[in-house]
Every structure is written in structure tokens, then in C-alpha cells.
């Protein structure tokens, strides 16, 4: 079984998409956070965001060097580890989060997370924009999550050091800039987590799973 959860920034993808993996016992993929690895890895080498070649060059060097830049599905958090290093902290930063939506326009890097995730054998929840649209468009169970602007800032506010104000404008033209790769899948459940407890929203979208 797949199970897709997509939705706009901070809308509590990765903690609802977690608990519902969770509770199937099952593994959870954050594609987020692949896009993320590989926004650092370029500000890291100081190459362009204009251009895939540079990018895909290095993920492919560091593939055939035997440090590839893998996604380990793990049930309490998704890592991203580049050979023997885990460089999952290096991934929420303000510089990530400002440089990320320009990465996740290259149709090539697109293409790359596409495959990382697609090496991995189901069942599980894969979160993120796309994921039951153009990644796993045979999901079995689909979900889209929506939250004002405001209330996405005040939980982002707890995990970053801004304030509201700068938080929630990030948010807006991160939603603007992502807007081509966010459209809901037709059949998706969309489910606004503004209101309710992280586990009344996950137990709303087990509610909607096929026996
Ligand atoms: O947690 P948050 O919603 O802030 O973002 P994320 O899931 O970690 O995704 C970070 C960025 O990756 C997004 O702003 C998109 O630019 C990009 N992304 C994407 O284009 N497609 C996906 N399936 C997942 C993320």
C-alpha cells in the first residue's frame, strides 16, 4: 500500500505523515527533505541553482565515490546521510528553507528525487508536494493538507529563531514559488489542520484508508 500526504509549507505533513506511518507500521519517505540535501549540498560547494548539471555532476560523483546521498526512511524522522556523515541538521536552516523552491524548479533534480524515491519498495506514507500527483499517482489513499498562512508560522516559529512576521512571509513566497508542483491530486482528502490535535488529524486520515 502507498499513501500519499501532500500539502503547502508547514502544514504538518511530516508529523501527520509519521504518526500514520506509525501507526501501520510502516516507513514514511519525506521527499521534502531530499530537495532540501540537495540545496545544501549545492550552497555547500558554492554551485548555481540556475543550473541541474553542476548539481546532478556532484550527487553522481559522490555516488561513484561510495558516499551517495541517501534518504533513510527511518518511523521517528527521516535522515539524510552523504556516505558515513548524517547531515539531516544541516537541512532546516533559514538558508535552506530561502534557496529550496528555486532546487525543486530543475526538472533534472526532479527527476533525481523521483528515482531515490522510486528504488524504495512500498508499503508506505510518502510526503511532500507531489507525491499523488506526478511521483506515486497509484496511491491507494491521498491527502492533501491546508492551514492558514498565520497558523503554519506560529508552529514554525517554535522550531526557527524569527519572529512571526518574517516566518509567515517566507511561507508565502515559498507557497508562491512551489505553486507549480503543489496542485492537489483530484482524489485526494484534503484536511486543514488548523484546527484539532495532531491526533485527532491523524486519526481522521487512518479513518479514510481501505481495510
Ligand atoms: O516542511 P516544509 O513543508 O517546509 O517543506 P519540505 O517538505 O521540507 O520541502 C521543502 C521544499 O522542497 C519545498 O518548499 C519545495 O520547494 C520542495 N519540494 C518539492 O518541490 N516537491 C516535493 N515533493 C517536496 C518538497
Redesign the pocket.
Known sequence: MIVTIDG????G??SVASGVARALNIPYL????L??AATWAALSQRLPLTDAAPLLSLLNRWEADGTPLTLRPLPQGNEIWVGEQNVTDLLHTTEVDAH??AA?QLPELRAWVDAQLHRISPPFVA?????GTA?FPQAQAKFYLEASARVRAQRRVQERPQDLESVEAALRL?DE??AR?SAPAPDAVHIDTGSGTLEQIIAQVLSHLPA
Do not use: N, P, W
Open positions: 503547502v509549507a508547514a502544514s505533513k511530516s519525506s521527499s521534502g527533505l530537495y532540501r529550496v523552491s525543486a510526503e511532500g508536494r507531489d507525491m511521483v515559498r514559488r512551489d508542483q
